[in-house]
């Protein structure tokens, strides 16, 4: 069996979960892990068994022993690390969200498709068994058309202006964090609705703290769906 | 103890259901029944005890001896009938939707204060001893505040075009008949909303089937209300 070296790029608290996982896969070799800080790389690669520790992203992606990166970064890091990763070629899990915005991913998709390398949302989801059961279930034609979709997810994290979820330089809120899954479920479930209503609620800061989403669709279904950290 | 002579207007099943409460009040005599045909409200007072039965609703008003009147009819109607009530110094307790819009149950005010009578909508679930610990609850200091009531009902009702629920004439739709709970729990809860955003789903007869709603407040508390027949 081929074993693959993955590389972590960001050394948050996410990228040990994921970590954890990873030392599950038989053909997933934890081989780097890349910070801003050297001393945090070093650490990180240490609790999780990397073999290697680089204080910079660039040094990461000029290792040419490098299989696949896992972008770890705040939302707000996520195009420019990825594309960074794609044009050394380098195969892209991104953490969810993909990007702040339709343009941010596009950009991706574009640098994916023109150096022929692999990018992929860690969107982990569509991979439950569970969610995969609900997806056949819905199909069933015998249980009729699926009228309704409600989601929410909803935490309540520390609020500190600094960190990611509030920090709008870092691509803060609720929506990017947790409201695409509720998105999703709704996307994969139903499909592309025709109308979309909103009701956020925003922070003085201007950071989106909750939003409330209304989907159509032309087929009679709808959704309701909500994220919030209030 | 006085005892008050409780007359039922419209001998549907909801005014079936309610009798059978009323029974329970030691203040109540279930004294008459009418319905627009005198075979259907002798049938009906039989049924639950009432000693007298009237084959048209002016027939029930004019009786000296009706105290109390209960409104039973369909939405379309409640106007009219708590109206010819009223103008006969009968107190009205109506079903809800106390009426069709805010202008109607502005003339049933107006003729409650005129004729100096009783006017209520039998709305309950104010005196449900869960919801009154949900208002306890909610308004404890200690709690922090409520930011947000998410409420739903839905039930899916036999699709029948000449009944109630789906015929538009007499006052059909899902937010008249159970959406009203939802929009009640967050007035009660979160008081008037500063911003309403609503996605209802209208069938091809005109009659909205459901309806999602979404209510924000100045002080920050967000309501998501859905109600539907699908």
């Known amino acids: 069996m081929k074993k693959y070296n993955w590389a972590i790029l960001g050394c948050g608290k996410i990228a040990g979960k994921f970590s954890s996982d990873l030392k599950l896969l038989k053909n997933a070799n934890l081989y780097a892990a890349a ?24 040094e990461l992606v000029q290792d040419p022993d490098v299989d696949v ?16 990763c794609l044009d050394h070629k380098k195969a892209v899990l991104c953490e969810k969200a993909l990007a702040l915005n339709a343009k941010e991913v596009e950009a991706m998709i574009e640098s994916s498709r023109k150096n022929k390398t692999f990018l ?3 969107f982990w989801t569509i991979f439950q068994p569970k969610f995969k059961k609900v997806l056949e279930l819905a199909s069933d034609p015998e249980l009729g058309q699926l009228k309704f979709v409600k989601s929410d997810f909803m935490f309540n994290p520390e609020v500190d202006p600094d960190k990611r979820l509030y920090n709008i330089e870092l691509g803060a809120g609720s929506l990017l964090d947790i409201g695409i ?16 209503k909103t009701m956020p609620r925003l922070l003085n800061s201007g950071v989106e ?22």
């Open 69 to 84: 990166v896992y972008i770890a970064t705040p939302h707000s890091h996520h195009m420019e690390h990825s594309i960074l």
């Open 35 to 58: 910070s801003r800080s050297l001393e945090r790389a070093k650490s990180f690669a240490e609790e999780h068994g990397y073999e290697k520790a680089y204080g910079s992203y660039l």
């Open 209 to 230: 703290e909750s939003i409330f989403m209304l989907f159509d669709y032309e087929n009679g279904s709808m959704a309701a769906l909500t994220s919030s950290f209030a």
């Open 120 to 122: 992929m949302e860690a």
């Open 181 to 196: 899954y509720p998105i999703f479920r709704s996307l994969v479930l139903l499909g592309k609705p025709t109308a979309i």
